[in-house]
């Protein structure tokens, strides 16, 4: 995990795992949603119902963008640049970053689970995400193939037609309004007629299909395939795969993306009927192209997931015939809208309502008393002699970091009113610091509790301790609870709700 966190910068390693987590509750729900609206119009054009699944699909990616914006803009940043650290950046070792502890009293048993599950998947974001970036690097070659395979399509073992051939093509195109040119050629090695490619257009057919076919149904097959060059699906039809590259995990993504598939090959038979013919004979030229398909050799042969293939996706055909034999003119009815109508707005409050809980609560505590930086008890004070070996930086430097660190001091303090007969002194910060890098040295020392580079994470709960995820004796707790003054109950020792303490040593 260490390469992954020194290569990306920390705000967008946490802002990639979050988004990867809430994607997964998101997902769940605008899946759920699509899935009933699907049900719900079923009597409804095909057009109606790919673009259902595909605003599903573009708003779950557009909610995932979102929230990773939301925790990228929103990173904790525990130091702040000055213009009088310049000097303090040339030296070899800059003063260590305070730590972070944040307290809550715990209100009921399940915002303290949400409280250690929150704990539990910062410490593992760097597990998650690289995780997602291997399955989406192995996806992501599966895409390429699959491109340089439809580009060697275009060029390998391929023939042209017949000029009259040509021509019908060129007829049924000005005849659905089609504007550029669409190229018609015979391929050994396609399974079934497919279009491939976005600028310049060809429509591949099977070798002996021109001849295989009457030609009333071989033009039905090609108008099904200028019907996708008209709605320009080969472009929706890769930006879809990169989505599913993205969201290669998700089942609700894999669901949308068969829907859209099986939408959209319906959508092209609608258009190919309405213009050039009847929905028969249609029907008759998907089934005598695909048993031409399975009484040669290319039965076993899969077609590209990029192309736009007459059969469609696998185990769709006998739908689409069935759809077109049976076909029924659209008559849905009011129930059926108001049913829509419920649907739409109950998902959009179910995803609100989930975002405003998941969201709403800032990321550091409002209130004072809830945020605490380490510092040390009212009265006590280590001295204002740097310790023996402690880097020295310029005194603007020194300045500019104090400033910070008396601030959490002062905070610290104030929250935690010194006892009758005590001072409140305020103790010195560059003897704090000294104190969290002793304390960072020591975790570090050892090979069971070593994280990363220069970083510790503390989780005090009750009595225990947790030192990068591994538990500790109580003995230790009540040694770190003591030196890194963890607001807690003098009487029993235990810490109110979760506090986390993150120590880094920034190079």
Known sequence: MNVLEDVLPPALLRALGYTLLHSLWQGALIGLAAALLLMVLQRHTAAVRYWVAAGALTCLLALTTATGAWYYTTAPTLTAPHPAQTEAQAAPHAAPVLAEVTSQPTKNPFSNLLQVGAIYAEQHLPLLVTAWLLGML??????????AYVQRLRHYRVAALPAPWQERLETLTERAGLQHRVQLLASALVPSPMVVGLFRPIILLPLGLATGLPRPQLEMILAHEIAHVLRRDYLFNLLQSVTETIFFYHPAVWYLAAALRTERENCCDDIATHLYGDARLLAQALSAVAELQYTTQHARTRTPRLAMAALGPDGSLLGRVRRLVQHAPAMPTFAEGFAAAVV???GAGLVVGSAVFCFGEPSQPAQEPATHTPALAAGQSFGKEWPAGAPRTSQGARDSTDQ????????????KPAAAGTSATSPDPWAIRQQQLALLKEIQADPKLRASTGQATLVFQGKSLAINGHPQPAAVAARYRRLLHVPHNPATGKVSGVAQIIITDAH
Request: no cysteine; charged share 10%; net charge positive.
């Open 138 to 147: 192995a996806m992501l070659l599966r895409l390429l193939a699959s491109l």
């Open 344 to 346: 739409l707005i109950v």
């Open 404 to 415: 910070v660190a008396q601030a959490a001091a002062r905070s610290a303090v104030a929250a």
